[in-house]
T-cell receptor
Framework: GAGVSQSPSNKVTEKGKDVELRCDPI?????LYWYRQSLGQGLEFLIYFQGNSAPDKSGLPSDRFSAERTGGSVSTLTIQRTQQEDSAVYLC?????????????FGPGTRLTVT | AQTVTQSQPEMSVQEAETVTLSCTYD???????LFWYKQPPSRQMILVIRQEAYKQQNATENRFSVNFQKAAKSFSLKISDSQLGDTAMYFCAFMKHRGSQGNLIFGKGTKLSVKP
């Protein structure tokens, strides 16, 4: 079946502009995660959605970062007033609640470059 | 807070040989999950193997096996009969066992090169 998809694959933006990154999780997966992968910091957790519960935003690095998940499916990560240190690969993952396996399936990521 | 340490930034191995990647972690949790993920140049993170901390038996998946030492907080990955397609970044990851879900905490990764 279809895996996790992310768009765009690559995004180049100017410092100070806002960007939106999209994630389509695997159908039926109720949990959705965003991670950031950068050379300096490695892989970092950003935010986690589980069903209709309030999201776990504990990993968001600043209030310029926000995310929403509409209808329990598609998620959008928004970065406002982008800075050069926001340049990274943004990975989305989804998993099936109650599977007991806790396996997260990852998308191919969006490479964000802030110039 | 949990931390995951991979002390080998880069490793190389000859095709068909065996290689072991190291991982240590720090936690006060008694129950948790440990994972090895592979990330080839395509960026797609792929689960290689998973270990549940309450299971003493080491997990195996075909050519991949782990040596899980709970008391030492060590979780190494052994790749047998290395293949060119094993060339990738390998990440060790930790997840708390809270309910059925949780976010992953990753190590910095080990870049593995398999040479013909």
């Amino acid at each position: 079946g279809a895996g996790v998809s992310q768009s765009p694959s690559n995004k180049v933006t100017e410092k100070g502009k806002d960007v939106e990154l999209r994630c389509d999780p695997i159908s039926g997966h109720t949990a959705l995660y965003w991670y950031r992968q950068s050379l300096g910091q490695g892989l970092e957790f950003l935010i986690y959605f589980q069903g209709n519960s309030a999201p776990d935003k504990s990993g968001l690095p600043s209030d310029r970062f926000s995310a929403e998940r509409t209808g329990g499916s598609v998620s959008t990560l928004t970065i406002q007033r982008t800075q050069q240190e926001d340049s990274a690969v943004y990975l989305c993952a989804s998993s099936q609640r109650g599977s007991g396996s806790n396996e997260q399936y990852f998308g191919p990521g969006t490479r964000l470059t802030v110039t | 807070a949990q931390t995951v340490t991979q002390s080998q930034p880069e490793m190389s191995v000859q095709e068909a040989e065996t290689v072991t990647l190291s991982c240590t972690y720090d936690t006060s949790e008694s129950n948790y999950y440990l994972f090895w993920y592979k990330q080839p140049p395509s960026r797609q993170m792929i689960l290689v193997i998973r270990q549940e901390a309450y299971k003493q038996q080491n997990a195996t998946e075909n050519r991949f096996s782990v040596n899980f030492q709970k008391a030492a907080k060590s979780f190494s990955l052994k790749i047998s009969d290395s293949q060119l397609g094993d060339t990738a970044m390998y990440f060790c990851a930790f997840m708390k066992h809270r309910g059925s879900q949780g976010n992953l905490i990753f190590g910095k990764g080990t870049k593995l090169s398999v040479k013909p």
